[in-house]
């Protein structure tokens, strides 16, 4: 199978270029880091990329394959238009080869505070749920934080140091969302603004590409739809 | 610097826009349906349709939902495409000069609506 791929080595002083390889292998039932293993330890061994779980749970391996962004380890080798193009997420700076800088992405992820917040004293076991508002964060805390819809994002290519993109406020919803959370207007103020939340103009390419299927413009709709509440 | 963000703004504007958007989508239908139903379209007719205080409301509020949603619709793009260090200048003087524009559409609009008579 035919693959190009794009290589930068900041060391090197050279511009970034895409190289071709030719590499003898079936792509019955192997996924695209296969392939890229498999060019690491036959044909070159200076390829760097990112890869952990290689079963689409760690969310390391987030590439751009043929225009879009997948997780190298699940998706297939067969039915992919040769020559395959690979190459990093797009706008974020790249390290090296396939291997992006992801302190923005986690910047944003950071700045929605993902985590609870309860000021009441610790129960003795566990803050306790119905299971009806436990059904609620079915759908949002699945995200594995690959980045393959923020950089998907057109919006956060335009903004990405002021919109937070759609892993941010999918995580932000999620603790919005959670009913043992304290902290839903404050959470709420942060996000009204202009460029955090309202740069999303609902185009769904987040939607696209998850690859667990998580439908963040959904729940920045669910976002609007509680500051619409809050506000009137 | 320090960055300055949160700005607790953002929300009207997407309500307005879609509030406007509503009304048209409304009014639009209507309109066409009134305008078939009329016996006829031409001079007589025309005018026979835009006669009634009530269809002059209605059209100049039609007017000023397209404007307000077309203004709303080139802030987002201004805001998206224009963040250069010094665009905050440039983003402000395009708001108000196409407020401007839109506005005298609208007393335009108003003016032509009323000269029915």
Redesign the interface.
Known sequence: MRFRIYRYDPESGNKPSMRDYELDIDPQGRKVLDALIAIKDTLDESLSFRRSCREGVCGSDGVNVNGANVLACITPLEGLKEPIEIRPLPRLGVIRDLIVDMAQFYQHYRAVKPYLINLDPEPENERLQSPEDRAELDGLWECILCGCCTTSCP?FW??P??FLGPAALLQGYRFIADTRDQATDERL??L????????C?GIMNCVEVCPKNLNPTQAIGKI?TL??KR?L | MRRVGGARRGLDMWLAQRAGAIYMALFLPLFLLLALAAPSLDYAGWRALFLPLGMKVATLLFFAALLAHAWIGLREIFIDYLHCARCVMLRLSLYFAVAALYLACLVWAADILWSVR
């Open positions: 919006s335009w903004n140091d002021k103020d942060f009204e603004d202009p460029y955090r939340l309202f740069r103009h609007k500051l619409v506000a």
